[in-house]
């Protein structure tokens, strides 16, 4: 292409205006074109999701960010309150003051605007600090040979999925299963009995420091299942038995639903909402 162009302007003195005029019309156009494919590569046709060769950067006015698809929620680097440290997080994408609803490197923490989120050859999503050369967090998945066609994706319901789009859309991690400090409308506490995963959410240290906190909510399973909040090691509250519409140890008004529950629990999960 470029060629093309260098044989065209050097003859351009023997061309008419309207042909010069043309030729430039058509030069900016590509121009633009060559742009926008650029952009569409770098971001793929969504800036809800990134593939493998893909990453968002931070930068010092916050950096690039992912937007779900409703433009529900948001991903990308931040900094909390007076905090000069920097993180990568879900927050609520409208109201203003990042509404955080979730943190990756929380306790793994970045000093400077040097992190980079992007997915690996192994098809894992990993943060790195010194512009790509420090690993920071990781999905730690055992990665599958031969498969390069990983994306991450952030959902209207908060939920950041690592999905292997070879077809099936298999959901290979999420970020629901790893909750920081919030739970969300269509999170769930979860005992996942056949992974052996437990969905528990830990508060932050501050509002400034993110890191795990010393309180934690999550469920237990020894005879019928029940809420607990713990404050270190030291039980704080617990929701007693479930005794069909809802937990023995919350109250209730009568006539007046003020929350909405229910509790599966079989032989591969137990599960509250």
């Not at 306790?107 to 050369?133: E, K, Q, R, W, Y």
């Not at 479930?242 to 599960?271: A, C, R, Y």
Request: hydrophobic share 35%; charged share 15%.
């Amino acid at each position: 292409m470029e060629s093309t162009f260098s044989s065209v302007f050097l003859h351009q003195s023997s061309l008419p205006a309207t042909s010069l005029a043309k030729i430039v019309y058509c030069a900016k156009r590509f121009l633009f074109l060559q742009t926008l494919l650029h952009f569409l590569l770098r971001f793929g046709t969504s800036l809800d999701a990134i593939t493998t060769g893909q990453n968002i950067r931070d930068g010092p006015d916050g950096g690039e960010v992912l937007v779900s698809s409703g433009e529900i929620f948001s991903l990308g680097f931040f900094t909390p309150g007076k905090f000069t440290h920097h993180y990568v997080g879900i927050w609520y994408y409208r109201p203003p003051g990042k509404t955080v609803v979730w943190v990756a490197n929380r306790d793994t923490l970045i000093n400077d605007t040097s992190g980079v989120l992007s997915i690996d050859a192994h098809g894992n999503l990993v943060l790195h600090a010194n512009n790509g050369s420090t690993p920071i967090w990781s999905t730690n998945l055992v990665s599958k040979s031969g498969n390069n066609s990983t994306l991450a994706q952030l959902e209207d319901s908060g939920n950041l999925a690592l999905i292997s789009d070879n077809g099936t859309r298999e959901v290979l991690w999420e970020s629901f299963d790893h909750p920081t400090n919030t739970q969300l409308p269509k999170m769930k506490i979860r005992i996942d009995r056949r992974t052996g995963l437990n969905r528990v959410l830990t508060s932050w240290k501050s509002k400034d420091d993110l890191g795990t906190g010393n309180w934690s909510y999550k469920i237990h399973t020894n005879g019928t299942p029940q809420l607990f909040l713990y404050n270190k090691h030291v039980l704080r509250w617990r929701s007693g038995h479930w005794i069909g519409l809802g937990w023995s140890g919350v109250p209730t008004l009568e006539g007046t639903v003020l929350f909405n529950f229910s509790l599966v629990d079989n032989q591969s999960e137990t599960t509250a909402v």
